[in-house]
C-alpha cells in the first residue's frame, strides 16, 4: 500500500490504523532516536490519547505551582529562585562542613603519637560524606606526610573510614587496605584498598570510637 500525505511525502506502507491522516488529529512526539544505521524511531501519542497527555502535563503544572505557591505563569520564576536559594544554602553549609572537619582533623594532629619517627594519626572526624573525608586525609597527609593515618566519620546509620600509609610507614610493615578493613570489619563492614591509601565501610557506628583505640594499638604494636 502507497499512504501519500499532500505533495511532500509518499511512502510504501505495510499497513496503518487509520483511512486518511485527518483521523490522527493531534500529534505529540514523546522520543526520538536512533535505531540503527540510517534509521530513527520516532514514538509519539495521537488523537484522544495525545489530548489526554496535555491534559496530565496541565494538571501537573498546576500541582507543582500550588506546592510552590505561585501560579502558571509564576512556576518557572519560582523554581528559579528555590534553586537559586538551594546552592546558596549548599554552599554554606559546605562551608561549616570544612570548617568542622577542619577542626577535627587539627585536634587529631595535635594528639598524633610518634614512633620511629612515624605520626599515628587515629581517630574521628567530621564528615558528611566519603568524598569529604578522603579531603579531610588529604590535609592530614599534606601537615604530616611521614604518618599512618586511619580516620572514620560515624553517621547514624554507618560510618566510612579512610586509611592512608607514607611509604616510610609502608617500609615500616603497615598497610593502609589492611587497617581500613580491619576497622570495618570492627563495625559490621567491609572495604580495603591499596597499601598506601584505602577506604572502607560499616554499619554499625557505635563501635567506632572504640574501633579506634584497638586500630591505634595495633599500629603501634606493628611499629
Known amino acids: 500500500r502507497v499512504v501519500s500525505m499532500g505533495e511532500y511525502s509518499k511512502e510504501l506502507c505495510g499497513g496503518t490504523h487509520c483511512r486518511a491522516t485527518g483521523q490522527i488529529g493531534s500529534f505529540k512526539v514523546l522520543s526520538e532516536a536512533g535505531i540503527g544505521a540510517g534509521q530513527r524511531r520516532i514514538e509519539a501519542l495521537t488523537g484522544r490519547n495525545a489530548l489526554n497527555y496535555y491534559k496530565h502535563q496541565h494538571e501537573t503544572i ?9 501560579n502558571e505563569e509564576g512556576l518557572l520564576k519560582k523554581a528559579e529562585t528555590l534553586v537559586a536559594e538551594n546552592k546558596a544554602l549548599q554552599k554554606e553549609f559546605e562551608k561549616a ?8 582533623t587539627n585536634e587529631l594532629l595535635n594528639a598524633a603519637p610518634e614512633k620511629q619517627g ?4 587515629c581517630g574521628l572526624v567530621a564528615a558528611s560524606d566519603m568524598n569529604a573525608l578522603r579531603q579531610s586525609v588529604d590535609m592530614l597527609r599534606d601537615k604530616k606526610p611521614n604518618s599512618v593515618i586511619v580516620v572514620a566519620a560515624p553517621t547514624e546509620d554507618k560510618v566510612n573510614i579512610v586509611a592512608a600509609c607514607s611509604k616510610e610507614a609502608i617500609a615500616a610493615g603497615l598497610n593502609a587496605g589492611q587497617l581500613a578493613k580491619e576497622f570495618a570489619v570492627c563495625c559490621g563492614g567491609n572495604g580495603g584498598g591499596r597499601p598506601d591509601m584505602a577506604q572502607a ?23
Open 62 to 70: 498546576l500541582a507543582a505551582a500550588g506546592i510552590l505557591k505561585t
Open 201 to 223: 565501610g560499616g554499619k554499625e557506628p557505635d563501635k567506632a570510637a572504640a574501633t579506634v583505640d584497638k586500630i591505634r594499638e595495633m599500629i603501634l604494636a606493628k611499629l
Open 97 to 104: 562542613e570544612s570548617a568542622k572537619a577542619a577542626g577535627s
Open 118 to 121: 612515624i605520626s599515628i594519626i
